[in-house]
């Protein structure tokens, strides 16, 4: 199947500082996605994006479509202790069906 | 309330022994779709359904079986669990396919297979 790696896989900041955090693949995907998932939940879309540059912020999210449309980046501006989880990314494959998610970035929030 | 509902949510069983976690929905939603999660490996998609009789295979698809008889419900079927089935599984929907419909994940079942 089609490898998502994500960076860093770990994650402990302080409260208020910024979060950067990366996904790449393989394959080209046409859409991008990330979610969180808080302990003992399923997942959550946060982002979506559906074309290659794209910028869309979700209140202190950024997410941006990279344009070699191989990648895709999350921020998290001014981090909270609620921002504690496990964000995943994940691409959709060319049958618009088909979902493949990254290996995770664990965020630990330090108040 | 719109939900996505799994049963059981703990389940720890025996290899071979046959063995089915149930997945509905009450959103009249088109797609659904299994998933298991592991440490290390993110979220893996065993199968996926876009309507009523219609079933794909995902990424990880060995040792599994779906059916899709009515619209709200989506079974997720080990025929003989082996312990490389131990795992997190997670059932989603959305309202169409992936591109625009946001998946909607149940709570999650936590298989243990000795």
């Known amino acids: 199947g089609q490898q998502l790696n994500q960076s860093p896989q770990s994650m402990f900041i302080q409260e208020g500082e910024d979060v950067s955090m990366n996904c790449t693949s393989s394959?080209?995907?046409?859409?991008w996605l990330w979610y969180k998932q808080d302990p003992g939940e399923g997942p959550v879309l946060l982002i979506a994006?559906?074309?290659?540059?794209e910028l869309t912020s979700n209140g202190r999210l950024t997410a941006q479509f990279g344009i070699t449309r191989k990648d895709s980046f999350l921020n998290i501006s001014a981090s909270i202790p609620s921002d504690v989880g496990i964000y995943f990314c994940?691409?959709?494959?060319?049958?618009?069906?088909?979902?493949?998610f990254g290996t995770g970035t664990s965020l630990t929030v330090i108040p | 309330e719109a939900q996505v509902t799994q049963n059981p949510r703990y389940l720890i069983t025996v290899t071979g022994k046959k063995l089915t976690v149930t997945c509905s929905q009450n959103?009249?939603?088109?797609?659904m779709s299994w998933y298991r999660q592991d440490p290390g490996l993110g979220l893996r998609q065993i199968y996926y359904?876009?309507?009523?009789?219609?079933?794909d295979k995902g990424d990880v698809p060995e040792g599994y079986k779906v059916s899709r008889k009515e619209k709200r419900n989506f079974p997720l079927i080990l025929e003989s669990p082996s312990p490389n089935q131990t795992s997190l599984y997670f059932c989603?929907?959305?309202?169409?396919?992936?591109?625009?419909?946001?998946?909607?994940f149940g709570p999650g079942t936590r298989l243990l297979v000795l």
């Open positions: 394959s080209i995907f046409n859409t």
């Open positions: 994006l559906y074309k290659a540059g």
């Open positions: 994940a691409g959709l494959g060319n049958t618009g069906n088909q979902f493949y």
């Open positions: 959103m009249n939603h088109e797609y």
């Open positions: 989603a929907s959305s309202s169409s396919g992936g591109a625009f419909g946001t998946q909607y």
């Open positions: 359904s876009m309507n009523v009789e219609v079933t």
